[in-house]
DNA sequence: CTATGATTTCGACAGACGTCGAATTAGAGG
DNA sequence: CCTCTAATTCGACGTCTGTCGAAATCATAG
């Protein structure tokens, strides 16, 4: 019982990153690397019900609706969030599956190292 | 015994980011958006002895030596990496405290809800 | 001191990105 | 059917960003 416990670093520094995972995840960073995506990420996942209405969140910045929906489409196509008409209004919810791929790219593992390769993980939910 | 649990969400998901805040981790996440950028960190972060030589990253890509700079220089400027100059060579190492907190944001957390508000887990290591 | 190799800085350029206003689609309610 | 409001799509515009080649910096070796 030796070889499978590898208590190393976060799941980017274990191994190079391949050309393709690194395009995959750079896909879904840019997603997330702005400020006004962060805060409409932010202010979806932690409003009551888990979810939010565009009304609300258009009402939270200085700028047009064209330009919230805009943003609300990067994070769609991106996989974080996920919106749901519902009458008149559209309502947002976070995709938490995707959202922690994120996480587990950067944060470190002290758990034994899994059986497959770091490629199942990071496509895995 | 009731109020200082809260498992909920990823930290991101906890309350509405400040536009401070946001800003500032948004510049984080530039860095990391990019998929040259990501693998350099990478690859970074899996070399042996945790260190990488310039002149490794430069081969492992088909880009000129002045592009590989400019992205170590912008992850650098991140805080996500730190040089340092031995002889002919420039050494990087992942800084792990700044790529924590990236993973923090991201990560869902089962644990007790802080003391300390929101802003003191995004702003510490 | 000069030469050579490693790395960074500088200036330029093409393509990507954030924002807006105008126009469009989609329901709800007279 | 018409109107009103919510949300998205479209087209345009200025800015930011990734890339390069040329030049500058830094350190070792002759």
Chains 1, 2 share one sequence.
């Not at 393709?20 to 962060?38: C, E, Q, S």
């Amino acid at each position: 019982m030796a070889a499978t416990t590898t208590p190393c670093c976060a799941l980017i520094a274990r191994e190079p990153l391949s050309e393709t995972d690194a395009a995959d995840l750079a896909l879904m960073l840019k997603a997330v690397a702005d400020p006004v995506r962060l805060r409409l990420l932010s202010m979806i996942g932690s409003h009551a019900g888990g979810e939010a209405c565009v009304c609300d969140l258009t009402d939270a910045f200085d700028l047009t609706a064209p330009t919230i929906s805009h943003h609300l489409k990067v994070l769609r196509t991106a996989g974080l969030i996920d919106g749901e008409r519902r009458g008149t209004w559209v309502y947002y919810r976070i995709v938490p599956e995707t959202v922690n791929r994120l996480g587990a790219l950067f944060t470190p593992l002290t758990e034994p190292a899994p059986a497959q390769p770091v490629d199942a993980e990071l496509r895995t939910a």
